[in-house]
């Protein structure tokens, strides 16, 4: 019960509240990994990240699902998304200046926050998946 009202609360991001907490747990993940160095700020930092989006994929691709369902494959969604934005930077890096290290993971993972949250607050993904 209380992983349906967490869930309804985060998916439903009225004022965006969660989506400045992802970029804020990602900077801080940025910070931790160039400055602090304290694993267990960056593992309570990485939760928060990959729960908020998680929950965000999960709303939008998966909204048919029961709940803990669509947080198990909207994680298993995010990390695929991940996985595919790292491979673009790595594969691009061959053609084009650029470095795949800090700075630009966590570019990659701002631009995924982003673009879940646009998704979200826009419907444009549920359009979209009835057609």
């Given at each position: 019960?209380?992983?349906?009202?967490?869930?309804?609360?985060?998916?439903?991001?009225?004022?965006?509240?969660?989506?400045?907490?992802?970029?804020?747990?990602?900077?801080?993940?940025?910070?931790?990994?160039?400055?602090?160095?304290?694993?267990?700020?960056?593992?309570?930092?990485?939760?928060?990240?990959?729960?908020?989006?998680?929950?965000?994929?999960g709303?939008?691709?998966?909204?048919?699902?029961?709940?803990?369902?669509?947080?198990?494959?909207?994680?298993?969604?995010?990390?695929?998304?991940?996985?595919?934005?790292?491979?673009?930077?790595?594969?691009?890096?061959?053609?084009?200046?650029?470095?795949?290290?800090?700075?630009?993971?966590?570019a990659?993972?701002?631009?995924?926050?982003?673009?879940?949250?646009?998704?979200?607050?826009?419907?444009?993904?549920?359009?979209?998946?009835?057609?």
């Amino acid at each position: 019960m209380a992983l349906e009202k967490l869930e309804k609360t985060i998916s439903t991001d009225r004022k965006g509240i969660f989506t400045i907490v992802a970029l804020l747990a990602t900077i801080g993940m940025y910070a931790n990994s160039t400055r602090l160095s304290s694993p267990f700020f960056g593992f309570a930092l990485t939760t928060i990240y990959f729960l908020i989006n998680s929950v965000f994929a999960g709303s939008i691709f998966l909204r048919d699902e029961k709940p803990n369902f669509r947080f198990l494959l909207g994680l298993l969604l995010l990390l695929m998304l991940v996985a595919i934005g790292g491979a673009t930077i790595i594969v691009a890096s061959g053609q084009i200046p650029i470095k795949f290290d800090n700075l630009t993971t966590t570019a990659l993972l701002i631009l995924i926050t982003m673009i879940l949250s646009f998704l979200s607050h826009t419907k444009i993904a549920r359009k979209l998946l009835k057609d």
